[in-house]
């Protein structure tokens, strides 16, 4: 009988490490007060659904996806996020906001766009884990509408982490640099011929740049294709009209 006691209590104190109550993420979580409570976050949150979880100081908060984890362990509840979510926009409800009518557009403004999952400083070239789906209040009149529009582009200057994505963030990833020697290639028609030129400027695969033939010292134009190579020709002219980007591998 003592034993069986001792070891009801031992149940009751872990509590929810041993019996944690299933919850499921909202498709569309909003906040209303400024507060963000584990009943906005998940369906089935019960009892712990006014348990808070971070303030909401503006239209929308970007919440760590482990963190409202471990927050919903301590309140007894098991979220499981089997999607692998690693960030949680939380919108404006429309309850809490002044006026009606701005507050019905707040929630109509609620889309999925594109994320930064990470900090990015100026050159470094944006990978397909860098990315994330997320809610957000509104969208850049530029976002992508596909990761794959992002992918292998370098940011043009730092970017934080949860920030949407917009087009006018990132540019062709660099694969020339001023001042390197590289090589240049005409082809045409079966005829190949090549150089080797000195780069007179940086350039991104698929954008034109300066080169100086080093016998001739002669300045052609020549279109980046990969970390020292360039072409000129007709095929420079197909690559600059595709607008290829360059993906770092």
């Known amino acids: 009988m003592k034993r069986a006691l001792i070891l009801a209590i031992l149940l009751a104190a872990a509590g929810p490490a041993f ?15 400024g507060v963000v409570t584990l009943g906005e976050l998940f369906v089935g949150a019960g009892a712990a659904s006014a348990t808070p979880v971070a303030a909401k100081p503006g239209r929308s908060v970007m919440l760590d996806a482990r963190a409202v984890q471990l927050a919903a362990a301590r309140a007894g509840l098991d979220w499981a996020n089997a999607e ?46 860098d990315l994330v789906w997320a809610k957000a209040a509104a969208a850049p009149a530029d976002a992508p509408s596909d990761a794959a529009q992002v992918i292998g ?37 079966g005829i190949s011929l090549s150089l080797q ?19 001739s010292k002669k300045v052609i134009q ?28």
């Open 19 to 33: 019996a944690g109550q299933a919850v499921t993420l909202r498709a569309d979580a909003t906040d209303s007060d």
């Open 84 to 129: 692998g979510v690693s960030r949680i926009i939380v919108g404006s409800g429309p309850a809490g906001a002044a006026g009606g009518s701005a507050a019905s557009a707040g929630a109509r403004g609620n889309v999925e766009v594109l994320t930064y999952a990470r900090n990015f400083a100026a050159g470094e070239v944006v990978q397909p884990q």
């Open 153 to 189: 582009l370098a940011a043009k200057r730092p970017l934080r982490a949860g920030a949407a994505v917009s087009g006018r963030d990132v540019a062709a990833a660099q694969v020339i640099k001023a001042g390197e020697m590289i090589t240049v290639v005409y082809q045409n028609d």
């Open 197 to 215: 030129g000195k780069a007179l400027s940086a350039a991104g695969v698929g954008e034109s740049f300066s080169v100086q033939n080093t016998d």
């Open 222 to 249: 020549a279109v980046a294709v990969g970390p020292g190579q360039a072409i000129v020709g007709p095929a420079a002219d197909q690559l600059k009209a595709s607008s290829t980007r360059y993906a770092l591998r």
